[in-house]
Nanobody, 121 residues
């Protein structure tokens, strides 16, 4: 019922910037929390950044001051602006949204397909 489509990954040199996008479509009534997670090779998926519907944000310590997580509620789209990228930021980035579909009283989590970010040294 809800699909999340990510874009914006790629290869960048250390110190560079990338902007990831995640657009939600489907029978959406409301989106609560939006978040970005990443998974590096051989490691568990970890939370990178999160934003609530009210605009409160939460960042992993490793990205504070470098990443921001704006959202466009009118377009059901979230972003991850990544600046001053480091090789350790390399991984597959997944967006996550907590969504209520029309006709439902429950919130459910949905995931994007993942997009590769590679930062070269």
């Amino acid at each position: 019922q809800v699909q999340l489509v990510e874009s914006g990954g790629g290869l960048v040199q250390a110190g560079g910037s990338l902007r990831l996008s995640c657009s939600a479509s489907g029978n959406i009534f409301s989106i609560n929390r939006m978040g970005w997670y990443r998974q590096a090779p051989g490691k568990q998926r970890e939370l990178v950044a999160q934003i609530t519907s009210g605009g409160s944000t939460n960042y992993a310590d490793s990205v504070k001051g470098r990443f921001t997580i704006p959202r466009d509620n009118a377009r059901n789209t979230g972003y991850l602006q990544m600046n001053s990228l480091k090789p350790e930021d390399t991984g597959v980035y997944y967006c996550n949204m907590n969504v209520m579909v029309r006709g439902s009283a429950a919130w459910s989590d949905y995931w994007g397909q993942g997009t590769q970010v590679t930062v070269s040294s």
